[in-house]
């Protein structure tokens, strides 16, 4: 299998304020997409973990929906915690408005990617239910390909108290799925508005930064969230015949 490049992205999060604030958002949502449309080179999709809309409002995801629309790459979305499920699946996947966990698997570039939704209806704080859990095992199962586990919020601390506290609540359950398959290379989330690595059940695990905004670590400012940094995106690459962190090399990029 050749190398694999996916782009991932967090946190659009369009409509916020409704107001200048989402002009604002939008402006940089848009600003990413022409990065990404502008590349040299070819990517094999674009995943976007959460938070695309920032009330849950129909109006937000045909937003959302016309932007990605212009997107040359294919993609993968799932719900944040500022996502409503049902408007979530109308606008943006043309299924009807049901409440359950939106869960869905693509393939690209010979990878699987499971998409799932830690989302937990009126709260910020995540959650993979029983089905998702069911779900994702059998997806893992079902493959031989090398797999990417990919959801909002993210399982560990990441020295950021604001985002610590509202984190994937019982990770010891997907720890479990994860360890009962050797093919997943990697655990893709977002979330916390800030680019960060580190491992989550033995795999590589990877923050998205986010598109809205950044929140900055403690020691950086006593400002929790900066709208003044510029948007950002992962790039990552998989490479089978890599001998290290299972093929997978993430890049940042600000815009």
Request: aromatic share 8%.
């Given at each position: 299998m050749d190398s694999v490049?996916?782009?991932h992205i967090s946190d659009l999060h369009i409509g916020q304020d409704q107001g200048d604030g989402?002009?604002?958002?939008?402006?940089?949502?848009?600003?990413?997409?022409?990065?990404?449309?502008?590349?040299?080179?070819?990517?094999?999709g674009v995943l976007v973990t959460g938070d695309l809309a920032d009330h849950g409002l129909p109006e937000e995801?045909?937003?959302?929906?016309e932007l990605l629309a212009t997107l040359r790459f294919p993609v993968a979305t799932c719900p944040?915690?500022?996502?409503?499920?049902?408007?979530?699946?109308?606008?943006?996947?043309?299924?009807?408005?049901?409440d359950g966990p939106v869960?869905?698997?693509?393939?690209?570039?010979?990878?699987?990617?499971?998409?799932?939704?830690s989302s937990i209806p009126g709260r910020d704080d995540g959650h993979l239910d029983d089905d998702t859990l069911t779900w994702l095992d059998?997806?893992?199962?079902?493959?031989?390909?090398?797999?990417?586990?990919?959801?909002?919020?993210?399982?560990?601390?990441?020295?950021?108290?604001?985002?610590?506290?509202?984190?994937?609540?019982?990770?010891?359950?997907?720890?479990?799925?994860v360890h009962a398959h050797d093919n997943v290379v990697a655990v893709l989330c977002g979330h916390a508005h800030t680019g960060a690595t580190t491992t989550f059940a033995g795999r590589p695990l990877v923050v998205a930064p986010g598109v809205v905004s950044t929140v900055v670590l403690p020691f950086e400012s006593t400002t929790?969230?900066?709208?003044?940094?510029p948007p950002a995106v992962a790039?990552?690459?998989?490479?089978?015949?890599?001998?290290?962190?299972?093929?997978?090399?993430?890049?940042?990029r600000s815009l």
């Open positions: 490049i996916l782009a989402g002009a604002r958002a939008l402006r940089r949502a848009r600003d990413v997409v022409e990065r990404l449309n502008g590349l040299h080179g070819e990517l094999d995801y045909e937003t959302v929906r944040g915690n500022h996502d409503e499920r049902g408007a979530f699946r109308a606008g943006l996947l043309d299924e009807p408005q049901e869960n869905r698997v693509h393939r690209f570039g010979g990878y699987t990617v499971a998409m799932a939704d059998k997806v893992l199962a079902d493959t031989d390909d090398p797999a990417l586990v990919c959801f909002h919020h993210p399982p560990v601390k990441l020295g950021v108290p604001f985002v610590d506290g509202i984190r994937l609540t019982e990770p010891e359950r997907l720890a479990e799925v929790v969230i900066d709208y003044g940094l790039f990552h690459l998989f490479d089978d015949n890599a001998a290290h962190d299972r093929g997978l090399v993430t890049h940042f």
